[in-house]
Structure formats: C-alpha cells, structure tokens
C-alpha cells in the first residue's frame, strides 16, 4: 500500500493489486459461499470492511485506492442485500474501530496486554478495539432473530454493542467511529471520556 499519494503519482501495480486482495476476494468468496448459504432461509452474510459507509462517503481515506477499496466493500453488502431478500438471507457491512490486530500491535510495537503502551506515539490509539469485540459483533448478528432488519446496512462493531449489549475484553464498549469524527479527526486532544 502507498499512502499519501496521489492516484498518478502511485504504482499502478500496487493499486491494481490492493483492489483485488480488497475487492476480489470477497467477490469470488460470496460468487461459491452463497450458493450454500441459501440452501436454507435465514443466512446471514458479513463483509468486513474498514470505514462505515456514511464514514467512508464523508471521508477521503488517505489513498485513491485504499478508498475506493473500502467504499467497495460497503456497497457489496448493499447489492447483496438485494440478491438475497428473495432468499430470506440478509448482508450487511461491519466495520471494526480502530482494530488491534496482530498487524497494527506490531506495527505499534506491542502486544494485547500492553497495548495501551502505545497511545504514547499516538494518544488516539486509547479507542482501539481487540478484534473479539468485533467477533462478538458477528455473534450477536448471528443469533438476532431479526437480523433482517439491519439487511443491506453498514453497521460497526461499537454500533452493535450499544444495541445487543456486548463489551470487548476489558469491559467497554469502544464507539471508535464516532470518536474518530468527533475527537480525532476534528482535531481534538485524545480523550476516551464518553466513547468507551
């Protein structure tokens, strides 16, 4: 991936590449996953993604490709929904917040258990999420009998915990997105206080 730069000024190459790891993969994925998944009413389909869509719409995501690759991703899980009423299945995009994955840990320099020795290179990092969170997220679809409802939404994981209840392993319920806008990306000083 190269950040900061310019549609022109990238390797096509590498944008080329980022959109079929990001957007190819869940097209074959749903192309052989959904023959099965509607073999019986009630599927439930989940595109992860990074970004909601009314976050993504809003927000340029700091590469021509990076963005269109995650607005992808969003719009699936719209076209989807669509495919698959008629089947009594439902899609939709989740995002996680700001995710402690094993890639973002290291890159931080840390693990799970001192993560937060890392909101000391960048102070915002105090909303991250551990990747559970999101997997609670998933679980709670999954178990709702009235998943329909949210068919061809875009939701996230802090989201979904003020409305099914779930925490992340320390407790919280981190609601990154809305951090993000509110305290992040407005320019304000990192404070969790009333998002975690």
Known sequence: MEWNKSVWESSL???LRTLRLAVDTHAITSH???PLLIKTPGGLVVEVTDGTAEYNAANYRVSFFYDLAKASVNRMAFA????LRPHHATAVSLSPGWLR??????ACGVTESNWRDATKKNPHFAISE?????GRAVAALAQ????????GKSLSSGQ???????????GSQPDAWRYVTEVQDAGKPADVTGYR
């Open 13 to 15: 190459d590498y944008g």
């Open 32 to 34: 052989f996953a959904i």
């Open 80 to 83: 989807l929904a669509h495919e």
């Open 101 to 106: 994955s094993e890639a973002m840990l290291e």
């Open 130 to 134: 551990s990747p559970a969170f999101v």
């Open 144 to 151: 709702d009998p009235d998943v329909s409802r949210w068919n």
């Open 160 to 170: 979904l915990a003020k409305v099914y209840g779930f925490t992340d392993l320390d």
